[in-house]
């Protein structure tokens, strides 16, 4: 049986479809007033919302449908993410959280007071044996700078990450790959790859998504790291 949201494409609504065990019950499909995920929903009579703001969860494919009606795939972390911050708040109308485990970096705009994904990608995140980890917890982006020259890892040779957007006092932040110094080359080996744990703290990310967050997040924005 099926469980969970499920998309009509005759007439677009969705339909949401729950176990019970304990009633040995299955397949069960709610009807009327609902609260899910934090978010509530009326499905009238004929157990059916139109423009729900919803998660389609099929094959290991993860959908997200908008209250506007369009919609788009992201990786599992965003969806298990979104569950997660529904009820937490953030200083703009935007919220970045970053899944250490699966290196994976998600951004969501506030719409009608629901939480919904605009921005996902891979990313690489702290290492401790390179310096204190990348901070677990909730973070308000504080700063921003263009380019930095740093350190990476434990080589000596510095390198230039740009896009800094900076969500801790000692300077953790979202900025790119290490590039070779005054260029846009990335480094070789494991400095200039994506779902490493290998930085002394910040959130790297390739060059044109450290420049979104750069160009649009803005301070007071809530990151929420775990």
Not at 11 to 37: M, R
Not at 100 to 129: L, M
Not at 142 to 150: E, F, G
Request: proline share 3%; glycine share 8%.
């Amino acid at each position: 049986m099926h469980t969970g949201w499920l998309r009509w494409n005759a007439d677009k609504t969705f339909s949401y479809f729950e176990d019970n065990p304990s009633s040995n019950l299955y397949g069960v499909l709610y009807t009327g007033a609902h609260t899910i995920d934090g978010i509530s929903y009326n499905f009238g009579d004929e157990g059916k919302v139109q423009n729900a703001a919803c998660w389609v969860v099929s094959d290991n494919s993860y959908t997200y449908y908008y209250k506007n009606g369009n919609s788009g795939t992201f990786h599992k972390s965003a969806y298990t993410t979104w569950k997660r911050i529904q009820h937490m708040k953030s200083g703009t109308q935007y919220f970045g959280a970053v899944d250490i485990d699966n290196t994976q970096t998600t951004f969501y705009q506030r719409t009608d007071n629901v939480w919904e994904p605009i921005k996902s990608w891979a990313c690489s995140v702290g290492n401790e044996r390179f310096g204190t980890g990348t901070p677990r917890g909730v973070w308000h982006v504080t700063t921003n700078k263009k380019v930095y020259a740093v350190a990476a890892g434990t080589e000596e040779t510095p390198y230039t990450c740009y896009y800094w957007t900076v969500f801790t006092n000692d300077y953790r932040s979202f900025h790119s790959i290490p590039c070779y110094p005054g260029t846009k080359r990335y480094a070789r080996g494991s400095q200039g790859r994506l779902r490493r744990h290998i930085s002394s703290g910040c959130v790297r990310l390739e060059l044109e998504n450290a420049y979104w967050i750069y160009r649009i997040i803005k301070k007071g924005t809530t990151v929420y790291i775990f």
